[in-house]
């Protein structure tokens, strides 16, 4: 059974910087792209970045240049670096396998962590 535990979350200045951690356990993690979401109140769940098996990364044009993910195959860990942190951010932040194919299921989402930025 795949789970998902995500951590580093807080609540920080406008301009601020937090690293968010997903551990990642009942799966063969190398082989896995890995993304992380987030969801704000009141709006649906987005894909704020991705990472494939082999390292190649994409960002959604509002976190591009401020956010960074990576990963540690050893740890099964995936990580999101996030600079510049704006108010509109504020959100909880999820990490997940991308489905295979578009519209296909995810693994059971974790708890989250909630990353709050203040003006």
């Not at 009942?26 to 969801?39: E, H």
């Not at 600079?83 to 959100?91: F, G, Q, R």
Request: glycine share 12%; net charge positive.
């Amino acid at each position: 059974q795949v789970q998902l535990v995500e951590s580093g979350g807080g609540l920080v200045q406008a301009g601020g910087s937090l690293r968010l951690s997903c551990a990642a356990s009942g799966i063969i993690f190398s082989d896995n792209a890995m993304g992380w979401y987030r969801q704000a109140p009141g709006k649906q769940r987005e894909l704020v970045a991705r990472i494939t098996s082999s390292g190649n990364t994409n960002y959604a044009v509002s976190v591009k240049g401020r956010f960074t993910i990576s990963r540690d195959n050893r740890k099964n860990t995936v990580y999101l670096q996030m600079n510049s942190l704006k108010p509109e951010d504020t959100a909880v932040y999820y990490c997940n396998r991308p489905p295979l194919v578009v519209g296909g299921p995810y693994d059971n989402w974790g708890q989250g962590t909630q990353v709050t930025v203040s003006a």
